[in-house]
């Protein structure tokens, strides 16, 4: 937890990244909000020592709901990045009335139906360097022996075509634990709840005011944002030109006007 006044709880992406990408970036707005980081349950510094039953979209939930309550907060403005955008609507949808404000960045669908075009958008953007790396990277000695920093370039090289102005992944922090093989053992029991969902009908609880802030090359195709903010009443959709997944690293200005 860094800096003084509105608390905002952030959620990362993944699963099974933690909140290391965002930093230091989302740190300028430090001088304004207190900013609330967590590692997600088996993810980043977090415990992964968890019965495989608890290991549900829900439990994930849950988590959110404890930290408000840890906090001390009676409503909570709750963003999510990514993946962690999937997280922050299943807990606005399961606890309206403790949501004040709802800020999704770059998230994806609310359902399965947009998966197949988002990894068409993604693969478009994909150059020849991009797969001849990763498949060096790939069948290297280093990623067959699973080694945490092989995993680390695969995953900066995945994300490559996901900025549209590409000098700025190396600005992009991963960090992964030692034991992130385990990690991701422990989080493929997750899948049951992602094999097949679909939140749309539902977003229709959320009351609160909500931000959908999205990059206007992002994989996810901007009818699947567009449907969000149909369902949920009191939302507005901001789309970043020139922008990819992560605007707070390469659209930063932006990004924070929208969030101020």
């Known amino acids: 937890s860094i800096g003084k006044g509105e608390p905002i709880l952030i959620v990362h992406g993944g699963p099974g990244m933690d909140h290391s990408y965002f930093l230091p970036h989302m740190d300028e707005l430090a001088d304004t909000y207190q900013l609330i980081y967590f590692d997600q349950r088996a993810a980043g510094k977090s415990s992964y020592d968890i019965d495989s039953s608890q290991m549900s979209m829900q439990f994930m939930v849950e988590d959110i709901e404890a930290l408000r309550k840890h906090f001390s907060l009676d409503k909570v403005n709750l963003m999510g990045h990514s993946w962690g955008g999937l997280l922050a609507m299943w807990y606005a949808k399961s606890y309206p009335d403790k949501l004040k404000r709802l800020m999704l960045i770059n998230t994806v669908a609310a359902n ?146 929208n969030i101020e």
Do not use: W
């Open 112 to 257: 399965k139906a947009y998966d197949a075009t988002a990894a068409e958008n993604l693969q478009k953007r994909r150059n020849e360097e991009d797969l001849a790396a990763l498949q060096a990277l790939m069948q290297s000695e280093a990623f067959q022996n699973q080694e945490k920093e092989a995993f680390l370039e695969v995953f900066k090289l995945n994300f490559a075509p996901s900025f549209f102005h590409r000098n700025y992944l190396d600005s992009l922090q991963l960090a992964f634990p030692d034991n992130y093989r385990e990690r991701q053992c422990k989080l493929i029991h997750l899948l049951p709840d992602l094999q097949a969902y679909d939140l749309y009908d539902e977003l229709a609880r959320i009351k609160a005011p909500s931000l959908i802030l999205q990059g206007d090359v992002d994989a996810t195709p901007l009818a699947a944002i567009e449907r969000i903010a149909e369902q949920i009443e009191n939302s507005q959709i901001e789309v970043l030109a020139q922008c990819g997944h992560f605007p707070f690293i390469e659209a930063k200005l932006a990004f924070r006007v």
